[in-house]
């Protein structure tokens, strides 16, 4: 079933449906996205593209757009709340992982700017204002109901609507997602008012007794992207993220060392979103609707892969629709392709926020193992991830 001329419905135009779209396109597909948000918000923080996300990119010729808009990191750091020395670095330039890709950094709306200016040349249509708020099996095709009460009808429905996503409860996921116990401050500071000693092109890790920041600069050096994740029984909020006060993220990290704070003390237009997860489904499609990125499997941010394994889905999507006889056979053997590394990468990401929210015994324990190993056996540090940035989808890994 070659995709070309085939018509393709993407729900979502974020970046794991703008991703799907340029793969189809590129393959001769007639593709239209339904998005329900107005146009490109210039809302979002940074998003880390490492070189397992990267590769797709370069194959659908966005390398240029993504090297010049970006930062490409040179280190992550790894580091004791408490200590000024690193627990760990991982050279991100002189080590590859098997896969020469750059880890590129970036604002997420310059992300999706790129994306959506190149879908657009190839001719995909994205309908802006368009929120889907019912989904039906109409026996030969699907039939989408809008909030403006108007319909499209689809043989091929690519749900990337998100966490929330409707396309799911089509599939037959009806459970809620979980709250995992953890929320997370996003905020962007402009870099001239940084008094921490952040050095640029690197990302740092700050971990401490039930909580810890990451900081990265984006746009050059302008802003520093800042995340900062705090343990917390329940999440009563209503909304899933929600604007916050400063004086609430003060107050968690009020115990860690005076440069922190004060890099705290100058965030602006901070956000506080609760981290949510849905079990992996065991099946990710019907036979003409299929699930990608947040959709079908949304994880926690502390690998920096959910936007990543969105990216990739695309990419192996649309080479299956391409590659395979029919629809459901395609669907079938995306989901087998994707499956095992997907609860991969969802578990170590979980395993990350266990090990950097230690406490007590244990975080001193994991401090002084992750400085010997990478002290003694910097390769040990180094190669801990290969399996997971080495891989390259675009060239059939
Ligand atoms: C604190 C934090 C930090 C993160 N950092 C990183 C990182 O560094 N690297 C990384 O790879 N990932 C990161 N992530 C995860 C990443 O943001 C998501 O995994 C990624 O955005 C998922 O992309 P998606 O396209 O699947 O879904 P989304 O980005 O959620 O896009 C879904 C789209 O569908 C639209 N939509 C939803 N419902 C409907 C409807 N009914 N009708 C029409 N349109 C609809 C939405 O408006 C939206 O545009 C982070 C997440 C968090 C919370």
Not at 162 to 187: D, M, N, Q, Y
Not at 219 to 236: D, M, P, Q, S, Y
Not at 360 to 371: Q, S
Request: glycine letters at 8%; hydrophobic letters at 40%.
């Amino acid at each position: 079933m070659a995709l070309k001329n085939k018509c393709i419905t993407i729900l979502g135009a974020g970046i794991g449906g703008l991703t799907s779209a340029i793969a189809m396109a590129r393959l001769g597909s007639d593709v239209t996205i339904f998005e329900r948000a107005q146009k490109n918000q210039n809302t979002g923080a940074g998003i880390q593209i490492s070189p397992n996300g990267f590769g797709v990119m370069r194959a659908l010729g966005l390398k240029e757009a993504l090297v010049s808009q970006g930062n490409a990191l040179e280190y992550i750091n790894v580091q004791n709340y408490k200590k000024p020395s690193f627990s760990a670095r991982v050279d991100l330039i002189n080590v590859t992982h098997g896969n020469v890709n750059p880890h590129i950094v970036i604002h997420r709306f310059d992300l999706i700017n790129i994306l959506m200016k190149t879908a657009l040349k190839l001719g995909v249509k994205i309908i802006f204002n368009k929120q889907a708020m019912d989904i039906t099996d109409a026996g030969s095709s699907l039939r989408i109901k809008f909030t403006d009460e108007t319909f499209h009808g689809c043989q091929i429905l690519v749900g990337a609507d998100g966490i929330h996503s409707l396309t799911r409860k089509v599939i037959g996921c009806a459970e809620e997602p979980k709250f995992t116990g953890k929320v997370a401050w996003r905020a962007l500071i402009e870099s001239k008012f940084i008094p921490l000693n952040d050095i640029p092109n690197e990302a740092t890790i700050r971990f401490g007794p039930n909580r810890h920041i990451v900081t990265y600069p984006i746009r050059g050096g302008k802003l520093i992207n800042l995340v900062a994740v705090e343990k917390r029984e329940e999440w009563t909020a209503e909304g899933w993220d929600q604007p916050d006060n400063r004086a609430n993220l003060e107050k968690s990290f009020q115990h860690w060392p005076t440069d922190v704070r004060k890099l705290l003390s100058v965030a602006e237009n901070i956000k506080l979103w609760g981290l949510f997860v849905h079990e992996l489904p065991k099946k990710w499609h019907s036979n003409m609707a299929v699930l990608i990125g947040d959709a079908c499997h949304p994880m926690v941010p502390f690998l920096g892969q959910g936007a990543n394994m969105a990216i990739e889905d695309a990419w192996v999507l649309a080479e299956e629709l391409d590659n395979s006889n029919n629809v459901l056979d395609a669907f079938k053997i995306f989901q087998t392709r994707r499956f095992k590394r997907i609860a991969k990468v969802a578990s170590a990401s979980s395993s990350n926020g266990d090990i950097y929210h230690a406490v007590g015994v244990r975080a001193n324990l994991i401090n002084i193992g992750m400085k010997a190993s990478y002290r003694l056996k910097p390769s040990f540090i180094q190669s801990k991830y290969d399996w997971l940035y080495g891989v390259d989808v675009s060239r059939g890994d």
